[in-house]
């Protein structure tokens, strides 16, 4: 499809009033208004319990955006096609009412019946909407109908098959687009460019070149008011789970036939059905857990994550999360994919370090140590680029080697500002591309693994708090990779 084709669509958004719609979604729709790809054929509906006007409404929608809109009138124009309905999600009357709405506005922007319903809200209220929206003819209609979901998708396996069904009884699978922000990102969409586009890449991606895969997503923001969720799902669920395993898989997929969503899906299943998954002693072995503790940090004092707000002071869920991940196929065997992910670390960075083996013999001056590693970072956030490490001469007489870095900063003012993840994820909803959303086989393997580590997790010890603030980890974290040879590649944030 061309960029400059118009998309067509009315958008329900289920949570409208709510911190996401407002900090995420408004804004992400304004710019794609601004670009085109939204004109006049198009109208949003936002639901929640409140009572509020058409007019308040848009006042809110003016609001989220009054910082990005290039003028009051383009704003109004926007706003314009905002509509509000207050709606009570387990209530049938509300969605005859919706439903009469809907078809209003259907007829008023000549939407073909175009229809993206987005659950911006608790999860326990996926499946009474998907299962009203059927049952009430939202779906009558003959253009197409998408359901965006946010995450968590449940809490484990059982329960997200239980969510899934409910799902499925309205919606097919092509037709679910289960969100996840990090896959909207410029930088993990440039993975497979960064691999199928450039022969001199693709052609060392295996284990015969690549000594280790290393995945960091680190924060400095303690839980501050998710405590109450946060307590039930701890770093493995909140961010391994969905976020790390996604960009796993990209990293070890084999090159799909053509850059289609069926076939890009069906290798990184492939991929997460060859990802090893731990049993008992294996799993205290290669995964390490921690938990931050009050301390003095960035400029200030701070809590421990047991005397954050909503927080059982006796917790042991885990803001921490190192692990080293096997892939047990021809490509990958031999070459372990370590990960990372914690609240409270030294920086805020999000990338992927690849190390490349070593010379087999150094041929220049000093001991081998004196050659720095070859590694490809891919920087994802803060800082959105590459930097390719090499070794090159030392000016002057001799042979001396020193290291050099090539980079590509994709946020330079060189470049083009990458556009939020939400806005790209929203147009490939709307153009029908699930590419870069989850599966339900990806989400399902996901959580066999998880559940695994999870289970053993349960039943054993922890000595908790184990690491201060500021700090990337415990200990053990390092250790974990010490006892392979390999050293964590420092994250930009601390260079």
Not at 150 to 177: M, Q, T, V, W
Not at 406 to 411: C, E, R
Request: charged content about 25%.
């Amino acid at each position: 499809m061309t960029d400059n084709l118009e998309q067509k669509a009315l958008i329900t958004i289920f949570g409208g009033t709510g911190d996401l719609a407002n900090r995420k979604l408004y804004p992400s729709l304004y710019h794609l208004f601004s670009k085109g790809y939204l004109k006049k054929n198009f109208a949003v509906i936002g639901t929640a319990r409140r009572e509020w006007s058409n007019d308040f409404f848009r006042d809110k929608v003016k609001e989220s955006i009054q910082d990005i809109a290039t003028s009051s009138a383009e704003a109004d124009e926007f706003a314009s096609h905002f509509y509000y309905q207050s709606h009570d999600v387990t209530n049938k009357e509300s969605y005859v009412s919706l439903k009469t709405l809907s078809d209003s506005l259907d007829q008023k922007y000549d939407l073909a019946g175009n229809r993206i319903f987005y659950l911006a809200m608790a999860p326990n209220f996926f499946g009474i909407i998907a299962s009203r929206i059927k049952s009430e003819g939202f779906v009558d209609t003959k253009g197409f109908h998408r359901l965006i979901i946010e995450k968590p998708f449940g809490h484990d396996l059982e329960s997200a098959k239980e969510l899934n069904d409910s799902l499925r009884e309205a919606f097919h699978e092509d037709e679910i687009y289960r969100i996840d922000h990090y896959l909207g990102k410029e930088m993990i969409q440039n993975i497979s460019v960064i691999r199928f586009a450039n022969s001199i890449i693709e052609s060392l991606w295996n284990n015969r070149y690549i000594d280790n895969i290393q995945v960091t997503l680190s924060e400095t923001l303690g839980v501050e008011d998710r405590g109450r969720y946060y307590d039930e799902s701890g770093a493995l669920r909140d961010m391994v789970q969905n976020h790390i395993l996604q960009i796993v898989s990209l990293l070890a997929m084999e090159p799909p036939i053509k850059l289609s969503t069926k076939e890009i899906r069906h290798e990184k299943v492939r991929a997460l059905r060859s990802l090893r998954v731990y049993e008992g002693e294996e799993v205290l072995k290669n995964f390490i857990r921690g938990q931050y503790s009050a301390g003095h940090a960035f400029g200030k004092e701070l809590k421990g994550y047991r005397e954050e707000d909503n927080v059982n002071p006796e917790s042991n869920t885990e803001t921490f999360v190192a692990a080293k991940l096997l892939i047990d196929n021809f490509r990958w065997t031999g070459v372990p994919f370590y990960i990372r992910t914690g609240k409270r670390l030294a920086g805020k960075a999000t990338q992927i370090a690849i190390r490349f083996k070593d010379v087999p013999m150094n041929l220049f001056s000093g001991d081998m140590a004196a050659l720095g590693g070859n590694v490809l970072v891919i920087h994802i956030q803060p800082n959105e680029g590459i930097t390719l490490h090499l070794n090159v001469k030392k000016p002057g007489q001799g042979m001396e080697t020193m290291p050099v870095n090539l980079n590509y900063a994709h946020s330079s003012p060189d470049g083009m500002n990458t556009p939020e993840a939400y806005e790209k994820l929203i147009l490939d909803c709307l153009r029908g591309d699930a590419t870069y959303f989850s599966h339900w086989d990806e989400v399902s393997l996901s959580w066999n693994f998880i559940d695994h580590v999870a289970d053993v997790w349960k039943g054993t010890d922890t000595h908790f708090p184990n690491y201060k603030p500021g700090t990337m980890g415990p200990d053990e974290a390092d250790e974990l990779l010490t006892k392979d040879g390999f050293s964590w590649f420092k994250v930009h944030e601390e260079e």
